[in-house]
């Protein structure tokens, strides 16, 4: 009977998508096929495409508003095991944190106990947590539940060292194999003739994120009278903070928000841009990064590990201080605005080497013998 490489993601995120996506079309490239069990959140992204996706054993987020509250702890393990039974699993990669990761990997292993059950670690462990605030709380249950899993996880991928290491601290009797792989993206191309004008912010509205940073400096941008504009493409809501700036301030800030953002208004926000804001305070590699690269622009990002394991100071990007004032800001925008040409060429050839899946058997030739 034909066994398939099952890959699971339980959690809705748009920029998810993408590394999932492209993971599946290379391993089906290498006569495995691939059956993708997604959150239904992904739905609108998934055209039609090799892989078959199934839905159903997640929940549709329909009914009371309690049981919309409640949707991700729900799973169908029912239909999740005749999912398993029915197309057998030669393997399982498990995507991105949720508390229910360790039900599908324990039932996985309780029917096919042999199969290897994989786990992307994006985030291990955060050391960090009370620049979240209350998420923390969250945080930390997703961590208990994670622990959990990884009572029947074989292969643990991580994304950068500071993850390696702080899984390693976190869990320091792990008995599986561990390896560290750069994120990887399929290349959407480049286009030099696009017209760059913004300092821009893409993603979550997170003040772990540099969210209040960002403002200050659009704010701060417009007094200055900066040569160039501001953007921000986001799911969050932002009402907050656009209410508190200037009109001068908000004249020179374009705002895309949608709660559903696509792949192609992530990638059109980097490529049209001077620079991509990554002033976070606590981060293990963020996706914000290879697809600044990829779209050759440079990274303004603070002086953490998450930042400078992947951004060079001075030549795909501008290091800052971790709590940056708005003078550090304001001299890294005109530092990117007077080597642009040099620091997007810089930019796109880092991609190219590290961070494009063309360059998958360079960083899974080691899992070949695993999955296939």
Known sequence: MKRYFYIVCLKYAPGMWQLLASFARRVQERARPVRLLLNPGFGWMNDAWGPVTDYSFSSQRTGSNVRKALAFLWLNPWRLKRSFQNHPPASVLLVSWHPLNFLVARLAKFIYPDIPVITWLHEPYKDE???YGVKALIIWLVELCQTLSLWYTDVVILHSRRGLRLFEKRYPNFQGIKRVVPLQFQ????????????????????RAKGIEEFFQLVEEGAKEQLNCDFQIITGSDIQP????????????????????????????????????????RETMQSGVIPLALMKGTPIIGTNIEGITEWVRDRETGVIVSNKPAMEELLAAIVYVQDHLEDMTVRCRSHYLATFDDRNWDEHYGWLRSIIL
Request: glycine share 6%; aromatic share 12%; net charge positive.
């Open 129 to 131: 947590k009370g620049v």
């Open 187 to 206: 290349d959407d191309g480049f286009d030099a003739e696009i017209p760059r004008r913004y300092i821009s912010f893409l993603g979550r509205a997170d």
């Open 241 to 280: 903070y656009l209410k508190r700036l200037s009109a001068a301030a908000f004249r020179k800030l374009r705002v895309v928000y949608r709660p559903q953002l696509s792949d192609k208004e992530l990638r059109d926000g980097a490529a049209n841009s001077l620079a991509l804001m990554a002033l976070y």
